[in-house]
């Protein structure tokens, strides 16, 4: 294949890539919109903290001047906790998300009551059951405001170990069990490589989830993980994941979407972020497609 033929395949390929803007943790909104362009990345996945650290008026700006399309707003959630201070923020998740047009708000759905990310164990429920209820209660609320403005609820499972702290939804099939008590345009769900390719049913869920699917987030799982298990993401092809059948499961399922790079890891946030991104496009294009 000739150089140029090389080059229009792999911007064929990385036409859909998305940089998810924490996989370029050190560079604030406006820095990070200026990479994509830089870059010729045509889509980007928000944090609602650098938004607002940005302002979210000059984000919309950014965005929009820049051309990029945001592919995901993250995050809303931590419904277990319950109490009306949680629905409230969920609005204001789905109001931003609305402004930014975003393609979908990324839901983190919370673990037990009284467990809190980081922090020693105190007075807690251990009523797993319950906690799940609770994020339907919250989603019956939540998903009509969400629809009155046009966003997309994107419901998160997160792999096992997280389930007591982050999310007690752990699986694709969890998820979809929640989300089908709402119209698809309302709830949807992610699919994250990290989070679910350990699942034997993975495949099935994914074509179950056909017209649901809401956002497709990719990274590697590393192994060892690393102390801190949050950061144990790694850039394709550094860890033990196969990607291309659940690429294509998911393109068989309909997803369109961009495909978003969600990378938490602390030697990839200590890097040059210009060169992590060059080397995430790599490796999205060697491993993923689309």
């Given at each position: 294949?000739?150089?140029?033929?090389?080059?229009?395949?792999?911007?064929?390929?990385?036409?859909?890539?998305?940089?998810?803007?924490?996989?370029?943790?050190?560079?604030?909104?406006?820095?990070?919109?200026?990479?994509?362009?830089?870059?010729?990345?045509?889509?980007?996945g928000?944090?609602?903290?650098?938004?607002?650290?940005?302002?979210?008026?000059?984000?919309?700006?950014?965005?929009?001047?820049?051309?990029?399309?945001?592919?995901?707003?993250?995050?809303?959630?931590?419904?277990?906790?319950?109490?009306?201070?949680?629905?409230?923020?969920?609005?204001?998740?789905?109001?931003?998300?609305?402004?930014l047009?975003?393609?979908?708000?990324?839901?983190?759905?919370?673990?037990?009551?009284?467990?809190?990310?980081?922090?020693?164990?105190?007075?807690?429920?251990?009523?797993?059951?319950?906690?799940?209820?609770?994020?339907?209660?919250?989603?019956?609320?939540?998903?009509?405001?969400?629809?009155?403005?046009g966003?997309?609820?994107?419901?998160?499972?997160?792999?096992?170990?997280?389930?007591?702290?982050?999310?007690?939804?752990?699986?694709?099939?969890?998820?979809?069990?929640?989300?089908?008590?709402?119209?698809?345009?309302q709830?949807g769900?992610?699919?994250?490589?990290?989070?679910?390719?350990?699942?034997?049913?993975?495949?099935?869920e994914?074509?179950?989830?056909?017209?649901r699917?809401?956002?497709?987030?990719?990274?590697?799982?590393?192994?060892?993980?690393?102390?801190?298990?949050l950061?144990?993401?790694?850039?394709?092809?550094?860890?033990?994941i196969?990607?291309?059948?659940?690429?294509?499961?998911?393109?068989?399922?309909?997803?369109?979407?961009?495909?978003?790079?969600?990378?938490?890891?602390?030697?990839?946030?200590?890097?040059?972020?210009?060169?992590?991104?060059?080397?995430?496009?790599?490796?999205?294009?060697?491993?993923?497609?689309?």
């Open positions: 294949m000739s150089a140029t033929r090389a080059t229009r395949a792999t911007r064929a390929q990385t036409s859909r890539f998305s940089l998810n803007q924490w996989t370029t943790k050190r560079w604030t909104v406006a820095e990070a919109v200026d990479g994509c362009v830089r870059h010729g990345v045509e889509a980007i928000l944090w609602r903290q650098d938004v607002a650290a940005q302002g979210l008026e000059q984000t919309v700006k950014l965005v929009a001047d820049a051309g990029l399309r945001v592919s995901s707003l993250c995050r809303g959630g931590f419904l277990t906790s319950g109490g009306p201070e949680a629905l409230d923020d969920n609005r204001r998740a789905i109001d931003e998300a609305a402004a047009g975003a393609a979908c708000l990324v839901m983190v759905v919370g673990g037990l009551p009284g467990v809190v990310p980081g922090e020693p164990l105190g007075t807690i429920s251990r009523d797993l059951p319950a906690a799940r209820e609770r994020v339907a209660e919250a989603l019956a609320v939540l998903a009509p405001y969400a629809g009155e403005r966003v997309r609820l994107a419901l998160e499972p997160l792999h096992p170990m997280y389930c007591a702290d982050r999310a007690v939804l752990s699986t694709l099939g969890q998820a979809l069990d929640l989300a089908e008590a709402h119209p698809a345009e709830v769900v992610v699919v994250d490589t990290f989070h679910v390719w350990w699942d034997p049913r993975v495949l099935e994914i074509a179950r989830a056909s017209g699917i809401a956002s497709y987030q990719v990274c590697d799982f590393l192994s060892p993980l690393p102390a801190d298990v950061l144990g993401r790694g850039v394709m092809g550094d860890g033990v196969d990607f291309a059948p659940m690429t294509r499961a998911v393109a068989e399922a309909g997803y369109t979407g961009d495909v978003e790079v969600e990378i938490f890891n602390a030697d990839v946030w200590a890097a040059d972020p210009d060169g992590i991104l060059a080397r995430v496009k790599a490796a999205f294009a060697e491993f993923v497609g689309g």
